[in-house]
């Protein structure tokens, strides 16, 4: 069975509900995301017990920010744990990606570029002298002349930033949402799943469209994925 271009973001409190999430969607999901909320929560033992039960890819959204230094000890922190993806701020700069890149050499090191959750009004008031767009190509560059080997941005900067950073590197796109949902949450940048693909995204991150279907059951949530996932291969 092929399983979707989908990350499933994993973002619930309970560790016991993550675990069956993951088994309920695994057959359509290719890459589950355990965020920086899950990692406080559980640990590097936490991110064992989800790889424990799936063969999909582990997606660690830390995004790291800090010093060099202190980044390339962070990401040798989670070295052990093998994930396919480490995300890092990309503002951070080109020494501190390249830290987190000698530090992880089997890891994706992926920059983010500009937050799904800000509109263009909150850009220039955080200080960027670029709207979304040119601000978003403009650190892809930086991380990929760093050695990223994927970025993270916005589905309306998919076409801009895949121009920018040839076709070998990993576009991975939240902010997607079925469009019988779009507006539905704090998400400022959206696009159908379907279109961010079509748009030169090599995954979406996808959550709540999917894991809100838990309320009816695993099976329901299985459908869900199944549904979506569908629409992407």
Known sequence: MSKAPIVLAVDTPELTTAIQWVKATQDHVSIF???????????????QAIK?????EIFLDLKLHDIPHTVSGAALAVA???????TVHASGGRAMVKAAVDAMPKTHITGVTILTSLDESDVVEV???ANA???AVSLAKVATAAGAG???CSPLEISAVREAVGDSIVIITPGVRPREMAGSDD????????DAIAAGANYVVI???????WRDGAQAMKERAQEIGSLLI
């Open 187 to 194: 998400q400022q940048r959206t696009m159908s799943p379907e």
């Open 207 to 213: 959550g709540r469209p999917i894991t809100q279907s």
């Open 52 to 56: 424990s039960v799936t063969d999909s």
């Open 150 to 152: 994927a970025i993270v």
């Open 80 to 86: 052990h744990l093998s994930p396919k993806f480490l």
């Open 33 to 47: 995301k355990l965020g920086l909320e899950f990692y406080l929560n559980f640990g590097s033992d936490g991110v």
């Open 133 to 135: 767009l040119n601000s």
């Open 127 to 129: 200080g960027f002298g």
